[in-house]
């Protein structure tokens, strides 16, 4: 039902934690299942140098956000906004087909962070990463 590569993310999640001083944090809750997804970026010159996550999630949503890390640590952030969740599925292998909705917790997740990182600099995020589901107060659902 799994494959190799998820089973492995899942076990072995990479770059989960926190960064404490984080240029963007993005929190995204699934309304699916109620689970939450925590992103931590550092940015400079528009490269993410460093990305954390944290979550109340599933396997699946672990695997899909660990490798998701994997793919956007030491990219730009216009090559980060371009992930999407069918990317990182593909990464992945695939998943079940009832497992999907729990890979957009790591692109949304990623995304409120970025957003997160342009308000602090003084930018309006909207025009540049698009508009993320019912964002409040830092904390969005998907
Ligand atoms: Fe909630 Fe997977 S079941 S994120």
């Known amino acids: 039902m799994y494959t190799e590569k998820v089973m492995d993310h899942f076990a072995n999640p990479r770059n989960v934690g926190e960064i404490a ?23 400079k010159d528009d490269v993410i140098t460093d990305v954390k996550f ?11 956000s660990s490798i998701a890390t994997e793919m ?35 692109e949304q997740s990623i995304k409120a962070a970025i957003a997160d990182y342009y308000t602090r600099q003084g930018i309006d ?3 540049i990463v698009g508009k993320i589901p019912e964002c409040e107060g830092g904390h969005c659902h998907i």
């Open 125 to 127: 995020p909207e025009p």
């Open 72 to 106: 956007i640590k030491g990219h730009t952030i216009k090559e980060a906004l371009e992930l999407s969740n069918k990317a990182v599925v593909e990464a992945l292998g695939g998943l079940p087909a009832h497992k999907i909705h729990c890979s957009v917790l790591a």
């Open 54 to 64: 944290k979550t109340y999630g599933c396997g699946s949503a672990i695997a899909t």
């Open 21 to 43: 001083d984080a240029d963007g944090i993005g929190e995204v809750g699934n309304a699916k299942c109620g689970d939450i997804m925590k992103m931590y970026i550092k940015v």
